[in-house]
């Protein structure tokens, strides 16, 4: 039987994203594939792509040089040596399978960024929860020690693009659990910020899943790098066993004992103050523009691979002072009728309970209004427990219909069922089926003074422009 997290990668035979010639991405909208084509353009190479809807990053794609189709067709090959598509895009999905027809290659996007990696020292940023951030962080830290990295991220970096290629040898990307895609690369430095409940649509078991992260963890280089968070219980057990097997490990967390430990914390909103200790010896204190614990330890991550990289305690300071943020991430969008409105991507029970534990503590002395979108049927069902825990720690709840594309939602199984388990009174947990129904259900339950979030896996990223009107 084949083990499934055998996935070759681009960088095993050395292929570079020069050799991929002229290179046609699908669906170049998406933060993902948006990023990575960014990437490819910023080279120097050439790129088209093709999008259907009217994301606000086209223009800065067509700036950049490539050429955009607006529409899926047969033609869109025409000159094309490579087809770079997403999980999303099937083999039926017409340019897809132009591209077999024609004999032209086909790869997926997980491979196209492997390729992009190829001679390069990279940092690869994994976990059920916080690379995004992390991601960013790492970035911004090596942007302001001047070391111009290459970088592709899941979410976009506030004040960045979400890719980019630098003249120096480091490149920083986040990697995609979800799918297995992770397993295509050759990291220096591998960070796994933490395995949790996900994806077991995919991978069927905790077991299946946590293997995978292992097999992440073996692909990294041997004489490289493995960072990994000793507050989690899969990383820190992945720790301990590379670690006997001879592995250069470097642990962070708020755990006694982590190589980089963090203390002290304070967190208002304007920011999270800490102290650093590297190996029982202070580092000193630091500060992240950004609200939360959990940001906090984020930064540990970037710690510990700014020092493996030789960078002085200062200067990763300095770098992590400079964090502009990731957009869905704590972005506050505005201001309406005395109450802010804020948009957060978390939608995972884990990352709820610190986003919201972090927002409560932005909001004091008001109350803090939830507006969140669950995603996916099966797992809003399999968490619906764990979920509406999270949602009971604020103050007012709307909970929106599931957004699941392409499922259907069981009858009793929707939104409803999950404002029923939330452990609020009556008249502060409401249940809103339309979209256009929101607006008016936040206006009746927020007043001046109280912080707003929409939270959730987009589209409920443009709920807070309806919002503000």
């Known amino acids: 039987m084949t083990d499934p997290n055998d996935l070759s990668s681009p960088i095993d035979e050395g292929v570079t994203a020069e050799d991929l010639g002229r290179v046609l991405f699908i669906g170049v909208g998406g933060v993902g594939m948006n990023g990575l084509t960014r990437l490819y353009a910023t080279r120097g190479l050439p790129v088209s792509g093709s999008e259907l809807k009217d994301w606000p990053s086209l223009p800065e794609l067509e700036r950049l040089g490539v050429a955009l189709h607006r529409e899926h067709a047969a033609s869109n090959l025409d000159g094309v040596d490579t087809v770079v598509r997403s999980t999303a895009h099937n083999d039926e999905h017409l340019e897809v399978a132009e591209a077999r027809r024609r004999g032209v290659r086909v790869y997926h996007r997980s491979e196209a960024l492997a390729a992009a990696m190829t001679g390069r020292r990279s940092i690869v940023v994994t976990g059920t929860h916080g690379k995004t951030t992390t991601t960013a962080i790492i970035t911004q830290m090596l942007e302001h020690a001047g070391l111009e990295p290459s970088y592709v991220n899941g979410g976009e970096n506030i004040g960045a693009f979400t890719g980019a290629h630098g003249a120096g040898d480091l490149f920083v990307a986040e990697a995609d659990e979800s799918d297995r895609s992770f397993l295509r690369y050759r990291p220096e430095v591998g960070i796994v910020t933490n395995i949790d409940v996900d994806h077991l649509n995919n991978y069927g078991d905790m077991e299946a899943l946590t293997a995978a992260f292992e097999r992440f963890c073996r692909n990294t ?177 709307v909970v929106m219909e599931i957004f699941g594309p392409g499922e259907e939602v069981p009858e009793g199984e929707g939104g409803q069922a999950l404002r029923d388990a939330i452990a609020l009174p009556e008249e502060d947990r409401v249940f809103v089926a339309e979209w256009d129904d929101v607006p008016a259900a936040v206006k009746a339950l927020a007043a001046e003074g109280d912080v707003v979030v929409t939270m959730g896996a987009p589209p409920v990223s443009l709920m807070p422009d309806d919002l503000l009107r």
Request: aromatic share 8%.
């Open 221 to 397: 280089d041997k004489d490289g790098l493995l960072v990994l968070c000793a507050d989690n219980p899969g990383t820190a057990e992945l720790a301990r066993t590379l670690r006997a097997e001879g592995r250069t490990v470097a642990t962070y967390g708020y755990r006694d004992g982590a190589d980089v430990q963090l203390g002290d914390v304070e967190s208002d909103k304007d920011g999270v103050d800490y102290t650093v200790l590297h190996q029982n010896q202070v580092l000193g204190r630091f500060h992240l523009p950004m609200p939360g614990r959990h940001i906090a330890l984020n930064s540990a991550a970037a710690i510990a691979t700014g020092l493996y990289l030789g960078l002085e305690p200062e200067d990763i300071a300095a770098g992590i002072a400079a964090f502009g943020g990731v957009k869905r991430r704590f972005e506050k969008r505005g201001e309406i009728d005395g109450y802010a409105v804020f948009d957060e991507y978390a939608y995972h029970p884990t990352a709820m309970t610190e986003a919201v534990k972090t927002l409560k503590e932005v909001a004091a002395p008001g109350r803090l209004v939830v507006v969140f979108q669950p995603y996916r049927a099966y797992r809003t069902i399999a968490m619906r427990e764990e979920i509406a825990e999270a949602l009971s720690l604020a103050d007012k709840v």
